[in-house]
Structure formats: C-alpha cells, structure tokens
C-alpha cells in the first residue's frame, strides 16, 4: 500500500535486519533524549514536550513516511521560528501551559498544511527558498541559537525577544555569571564538539549527558537542572486553541512548512542517493504532515527531518523505520518506569547541546564561495542573514522568500541579451562581448534574448531592438531558441513592433522559434502582421536567405 509505506515494510521485513535496527535503535535513543530536551528549551516550551514530540513523530513517520532511513523529530532551525511565535502571540514569559496550547497548534497547522501539500502534490514551494537565501537564513539562525543560549550556558538567564536584546543581555549579565555552571556547560560543549571532530561515531552527547548528570549528583553543584519530569504521556486531546489564535499562528505555521519542505526534500535526496532508494516527494509531505498531526495531539510541536540523526542511525547500521520505532519504545520506557532518571541533568548542558547544533547549520564556507562566485547571489545571502539576524526569523524566513521570488523576477524582468557574429575556428554565431572581433553581415544584425518573452520583460525586449534599429540594419534576426513562451501581451508589443520597424525599412525576422512557441505565434494571429517568410528553423537558414537576397559578404 503506497498510502501507509510502514504496510509494505513490515510485509517485506528480513529476519537479518532485526539487530541491526534494534542496535541503532539503541544507538539513535542516545541522541534523541538529550536533542529532544534541548530542542524544546530553544522553542521556549518545557523539556519534556520534547520527548513527547520525538516519540510520536517516530511512530508517525514509520507508518506514513516512504524513506527507510530518515529520523524526524524536534530540530534545531525549527526552534527559534516556533519561539518567535510563541514569543509574538505571549510576550516573553507567558504561561508555559499556553506556550505547549500554542506550540500544539502551530504543529496542527503545519501538519495540515504538509499534508495538503503532499496531496496537491506542491512539493514545488520548497524551490521557494533558493540555495543562496537558505545559506544565508541558516546562518543568521545559527546566530541567532548561539547568542540566545550564551546565557544559559554561563548559568543566568535574559528577558528578551531578539538578538539584540539577547547579545546586550548577555554583556550586561556577566557579572551574574555562575561558575559552576560555566565549568559544566563549557566543559560539555568542549566535549561534544572535540568528539565529533575527531571521534565521531562515539556519541558525544549521550557521554556528556551522563557525565555531567554524575558530575552535578558527586559534587552537589550549585546549578539549575531539569528536575523531575511527569510521568507517563499527556491524553490524547486536540490543542486547546480559540478562533483568534489561528490568525496569530498561520503565517508561522507557512514559514515552518517551507523550511520543513526544504529541509525534507534535500535530506532525503542526499540519503536516498546513498542508499539507493527512489525519493517520492509526495509520500515524504505527507508522513511528515503526518508526524506533525499526531504529535499535536500529544503536547508537542512541529518536527522535521534530521540530517545529523539520520547520519548517526545509518552509521549504527539502520536497515528499516524500526530504528525509530525502538528508539520511541525505549524513550517510552523511560518516561513509565524511569522519569527521574535525568532529573539532574544541568540546563547548562542542555543549552552546550543547542550550541553544539548552531554551528552545524553555519555554513560560513557556503558564503564565502558565493561571494567568489556570484556577487548577487552572495547579497541575497547576506540580505537574508541580516534579516534573521535584525528582525526575527519568521521576518527573516519571509525576506528570504520574497528574496527568491524577486531574484527569478529580475531574472525574467532583464534578462542577458546579446548581439551575435561570427567567429573564425568556431563553428555557428556567438556572443560579440565575449568575442569582439567576431564578424557581421551588413545590414543584418542577430540579435538572442535568454528570457520567456512575457508581460515583464516586453518593454525590455521593444527597448533593446529600437536600440539596434537606430543603426539602418535590413533584418534584425532574433536567435529565438532560448524564447520558451510568448504569452498575449507580449505578442501585442511583437505586432506592434514590426508594424514600426516595417515602416522604417526593417525586417523583423525570427529563428530557432520551438514548435510550441510558434503554435502560440500562429493562435495569436502574429502572421498577419509578420511575414509568414520571416520564421527560420536555424540561424544558418536565415543567414542564408540573408545573404541570397542581398548579396552580402562578411566584414
């Protein structure tokens, strides 16, 4: 059944993958505890939501979700968009039940929307956020994550909603700096970051939880912990939401969604080419819409894929979604039988765990090769970066957006154009800025426009060839291959334009026009006004019959 994937995987399950899958099961618990915890910390929602989210986005995704290999659950670039959220909708300080309401319901919106997607198939939103904009967004929430926990780490805490008020915080409360906290929090983050450099399929991050939890009990430290956390699982009920809520969390459950579609489809390429399996856009929207659906009803908040999960599962040997499932089992097992187990974990380590992800989503290199490559590209980057950074994410999501939008935008709106001649050794007309010397026939000019021809970029097109009108050519030759459309205010300004030329002495006179453009051409009726005579197949062909006519030599 395509529909429910986790059908077919139990219906095909080998005998041999069993303890492989238990084993990373075991292995990938290690890593979900503690980023579960620390993750929910960073949307503003109390650690345990954590949990609950990881579990049952896992069982989700092992029914609905189509890959074998990729591990949902609470995620770092997610975090500050649900704080910013929780934040706008609350203020600083709200009623944790109400945040945990809010955050419910924002993973319910989400997860409607993923799913609406998947069925619509509109997986085409994720191309909204371009490779350039992601890059720079990423790095003003790996920013963003770091400033913020920077108090945490040092053992105090700031009440504030932005990065600046995070940073001025921070410089302001050193004084109230708790050393032991430090000690703990900075030792740990040394820790995680030292062992995944150099060691990094040991798991760092279950080896410093545990440290550090034996380290506070030995020594009595004087820093905050988690304390004891409930037991058992919230009821199943639907958040508790009013109508007005809806409005506030809309336009953050859109943003969440994009970088969900984002993150899926680019993770799930990069795993599937790895492990040779078919990537189904579709399927993948609709089981992490899914995952999003179900854990909304359990007190939790919208996921995502991991890519550092996924990569430490498949590490540990991962063959099917029973890795997650075990991992749920044994994080279920704990909250029943266990819940004071991490009772003396530090907040300080929490917060090393966060940083630790921080600077995994910075892709300083990523900048730096955009700046040498495409200085536009890199602007868009850093124009991203900055709104992150400056406003707040959601803000900075939606710059990013708009961004991309306007890039494809001016793209179309002026797009390379270029007169054409012929260069001696090289085989048909190529662009005279790259090879000035090339040479031309008199009274013909070639002229190519790398655009759909439409409505934005008609005037630029009419522009440019009266610019090359004013010289007295016979035939302005448009080298059409790269025109993929024609659309109907582009074909008014086209009639319009020949009529124009036509009474200056000028044919305007097209090549390499597809076949499906040309139909356009012909259902607007375009040949009325332009000579049937003047549509080439090839560029050779006009020049040809160019030449022929006038008898011309290039000069």
């Known amino acids: ?108 919106l989400t997860g409607l929307m993923l799913t609406l997607a998947g069925v619509a198939k509109l997986g085409f939103l994720a191309d909204l956020l371009s490779r350039p904009t992601q890059i720079g967004y990423l790095n003003g929430l790996a920013l963003t994550i770091l400033v913020g926990q920077l108090p945490k780490l040092f053992g105090f805490s700031v009440d504030a909603d932005d990065l600046r008020g995070d940073a001025l915080g921070f410089v302001t409360g050193l004084g109230d700096t708790v050393p032991a906290a430090l000690l703990v929090g900075a030792a740990g983050l040394a820790l995680i970051l030292a062992l995944q450099r150099w060691a990094p399929r040991v798991p760092g991050v279950l080896l410093v939880v545990v440290a550090a939890i034996v380290v506070t009990r030995a020594f009595d430290l004087d820093v905050r912990v988690v304390g004891p956390l409930p037991a058992g699982f919230p009821p199943l009920q639907l958040p508790a939401l009013v109508w007005s809520d809806l409005a506030l969390l809309l336009g953050g459950a859109f943003g969440i969604t994009l970088v969900s579609l984002a993150d899926t489809i680019s993770t799930s390429s990069a795993f599937a080419a790895r492990t040779g399996q078919e990537v189904r856009g579709s399927q993948e929207m609709l089981g992490i819409g899914a995952a999003n659906l179900t854990v909304s009803l359990f007190q939790g908040f919208p996921v995502s894929t991991s890519g550092s999960r996924t990569a430490v599962a498949l590490q540990a040997g991962a ?47 990523g900048l730096l090769r955009l700046r040498r490559q495409r200085r536009t590209e890199f602007a868009l980057a850093l124009v991203a970066f900055l709104g992150v950074a400056l406003l707040d994410v959601l803000a900075g999501i939606a710059i990013a957006v708009a961004l991309s939008v306007a890039n494809v935008f001016r793209r179309v709106w002026w797009p390379y154009q270029a007169v054409l001649g012929r260069v001696d050794g090289i085989a048909g007309y190529h662009d005279t800025t790259v090879h000035p010397d090339a040479a031309h026939l008199p009274g013909l000019v070639l002229f ?10 008609a005037r630029t097109f009419r522009h440019q060839v009266r610019t090359l009108a004013r010289s007295g050519p016979t035939w302005i030759v448009v080298a059409a291959e790269p025109i993929t459309d024609v659309d109907t205010t582009a074909a008014d300004m086209l009639a319009d334009l020949d009529e124009e030329l036509d009474a200056r002495g000028i044919s305007l006179v097209f090549a390499e026009l597809k ?25 050779e062909d006009a020049v040809a019959a160019y030449r022929a006519r006038t008898g011309t030599d290039w000069a």
């Open 1 to 108: 059944m395509r529909a429910v994937p986790g059908v077919e995987v139990v219906r095909t399950y080998r005998a041999a993958w069993l303890p492989r899958d238990l084993v990373a099961g075991l292995v990938l618990t290690a890593l979900l505890v503690p980023q579960g915890m620390a993750y929910a910390e960073l949307a503003g929602l109390p650690p345990i939501t954590g949990l609950y989210t990881t579990v049952f986005c896992l069982l989700a995704y092992a029914v609905f979700g189509p890959s074998r290999v990729l591990v949902l659950g609470p995620d770092s670039s997610l975090g500050p968009m649900i704080a910013a959220v929780l934040v706008g909708t609350l203020g600083s300080g709200g009623d944790p039940a109400r945040a945990v309401a809010l955050a419910s319901g924002l993973a319910l």
């Open 319 to 365: 063959k099917t979604q029973l890795t997650g499932v075990v991992g749920a089992i044994v994080i279920t097992l704990m909250l029943v039988l266990a819940p004071g187990l991490l009772r003396d974990l530090p907040q300080p380590i929490l917060a090393a765990v966060v940083v630790a992800a921080s600077f995994s989503l910075a892709d300083l290199p």
């Open 448 to 457: 190519r426009f790398d655009a759909p021809l439409i409505f934005a970029n």
């Open 515 to 539: 076949t499906p453009v040309r139909a356009k051409i012909d259902a607007y009726g375009l040949t009325r006004t332009i000579d049937p005579a003047h549509f080439f197949p090839t560029l």
